[in-house]
């Protein structure tokens, strides 16, 4: 039996085709911030930050504070 591609566990941090990791990476790349730059804005860890970019945690809560940070809707994670 093969796993079927559209199996996904509760550990998959993709929704769709949408890397949420890479497209938190982009954006704070695309507004000049370091990874330390995000932390101190939105009031989370490096280590925090890093873990969501390598798309380990995708905590709803973190990912709005993010967002907030970098002055954009949560949204925008999703769409992109």
Do not use: K, W
């Not at 370091?34 to 990912?63: F, H």
């Amino acid at each position: 039996m093969t796993n079927s591609i559209h199996h996904r566990d509760a550990f998959d941090t993709r929704v769709g085709h949408v890397d949420i990791g890479d497209t938190v990476r982009r954006f704070r790349e695309a507004v000049g911030y370091s990874i330390e730059d995000l932390a101190l804005t939105c009031g989370l860890t490096g280590a925090e930050i890093t873990r969501i970019e390598q798309g380990a945690d995708v905590d709803p809560g973190r990912l709005r504070r993010i967002a907030a940070a970098l002055q954009m809707p949560t949204s925008m994670f999703l769409l992109n």
